[in-house]
């Protein structure tokens, strides 16, 4: 790799990173807004509450990246155009495409990983997202748990709580039918108060009434406290990727096999901007540097919101193309492709008039 390719790279990795940070922490601000009454009405730890950001993340930073690419490459040669180091290196017989030449090879490595990201770390992601909300259930199903609240089935109980104590996190007025395989008749348990450690419900002051094969009463008796493991229940629990975005293109077929043509729309989309959005990354790199590239100036004050406006209006466009194919107003080709399409023009226009 020759000087100056070592030099570019190294001047871009700082703002690259800036850039990808920045529009990374935009999208868990939103995260975060919508987690707060878990956090102050519910009482989640912050250690689960970083654990789940960090599961958002790989699906985040396959739509930041690219455009922290472009911010940070765009930042990078406005302060080589402001140094006259630009003008240098053309002064030194370099020509554009050396110059741009770490940026494409940059930009290609960066699309290989969003694809791998979405590919195989998203997927694994949402489940251990899902696997974490469902084990935070059962650490503590307050959370989930109302007033007058039967749950059936779970393991050999049936549960009926009559009040729950938000303050405390107590649940009052407990009903256990506890079935026994070897009786007809469930053991019916009856407790004042009720906890949860781990994964059991502890019932304190519990009285507990057993019955023959006719219904009649066999025994009764009381507990000091009763544990209710329900350990068994949440073991199987089956951790199914429903969201279409964390899903990766292979299982997105499988999912299109039982759909009628209609339901197929969103898939197909779904494929296309899979695609269309890790490439745009070559675009936008590129673009990023030829925007910026030149003998002037003027880019000081406005290289970053020049930067941000082309990324919104690119965003914009999306959106919109989406949901129109999602409705089945236009191909979901066109839809997803045309953002892309105008990135590449714009860009082999930049090329052409820079290369002059």
Known sequence: MKIIDRYILEEIKMPIFFGISLFTFIFIIEIIVTMMESIIVKGISLLDILRMLSFYLPPILSQTIPMGMFLGIMMTFSKFTRTSEITAMYAGGIELRAI???ILILSILVTAF???????????SFRKLQYLTAKMAYENPVFNLQDKTFIDEVDRYNLYIDRMDRATGMARGILVFQNEKKSKYPTVLI?????WQES???ITKSRFYTYDDEGNEKMRGEFQDKTVPLTAYFDKINIKIKDIEAMNISMILEEMKKQNEKGKI???VEIHRKIALPLSTLMLGMLGA????GHHRSWRGTSFSFSLGIIFCYIVVLNMGMVLANKGK???FSGVWIPDVILLILTVFMYRRKNR
């Open 100 to 102: 741009l030449r770490p």
């Open 191 to 195: 407790g004042n108060e009720a906890f």
């Open 114 to 124: 969003i694809f791998f990201l979405q590919e195989s770390i998203v997927p694994r």
């Open 200 to 202: 059991s419900m502890i």
């Open 330 to 332: 236009i191909p979901p």
């Open 290 to 293: 030829l925007l910026s590239v």
């Open 266 to 268: 969103p898939y197909r």
